[in-house]
């Protein structure tokens, strides 16, 4: 079966759906496959909902992927913990840092909250605001900022931005006449 959804994925240009029904292994499935197999779709197939460019994400998808970047990020910070001979304690209070982002992002927030933060997020018209949110945010939550890798908290604000405007991918396509 898994040769067969390859075959499809490598060869034909049909959405995730339709290998679906043809093959009858399910649309996560295949996207799981895909992304861990490295293979690669044609030119003009198109393309997965987990595989969509952050500039056209939207900010429900941007917050979604950010808990499962910020917990593998943790894991890395924790095997080179593991991994070097001492302790290191700069290292080590990133890593417990960055675990606390990573736990409170994947707890997510209550359904009220989180319209009401998506809509706060939006309205901030500089990346500067956008910023000083967030941060005050994970203060709020109980997380040291001066200790959290900044890797972690770049993540955390591409994640709060809104989409740009006039990026490329956002511009509408012309229609054949």
């Known amino acids: 079966m898994v ?3 390859r075959r499809l994925i490598e060869q034909t240009t049909l959405t995730y759906s339709q290998i679906a029904a043809r093959t009858g292994v399910g649309r996560a499935s295949i996207c799981r496959w895909t992304r861990d197999g490295g293979w690669r779709r044609p030119a003009f197939a198109p393309r997965a909902t987990d595989t ?3 500039a056209r994400a939207g900010q ?3 917050l979604r992927t950010l808990a499962a970047r910020l917990s593998a990020l943790a894991e890395r910070y924790v095997r ?4 070097t001979p001492g302790v290191d304690l700069g290292k080590l209070g990133e890593a417990l840092e960055l675990m ?3 736990r ?3 707890m997510g927030r209550n359904r009220r909250r989180r319209v009401a933060l998506i809509t706060h997020w939006i309205s901030a018209q500089t990346r500067d605001e956008i910023t000083r949110k967030a941060l005050n945010e994970l203060r709020r939550a109980g997380i040291d900022v001066e200790h959290a890798p900044q890797e972690a908290l770049d993540l955390l604000i591409d994640a709060r931005m809104p989409a740009e405007e ?3 991918a956002l511009r509408r396509r012309r229609g054949r006449r």
């Open 166 to 168: 006039d990026h490329p």
């Open 104 to 106: 409170l992002e994947a």
């Open 52 to 54: 969509v460019p952050s």
């Open 3 to 5: 040769a067969a959804v």
């Open 60 to 62: 429900r998808l941007k």
């Open 100 to 102: 606390k982002m990573a």
């Open 80 to 83: 080179e913990l593991e991994e």
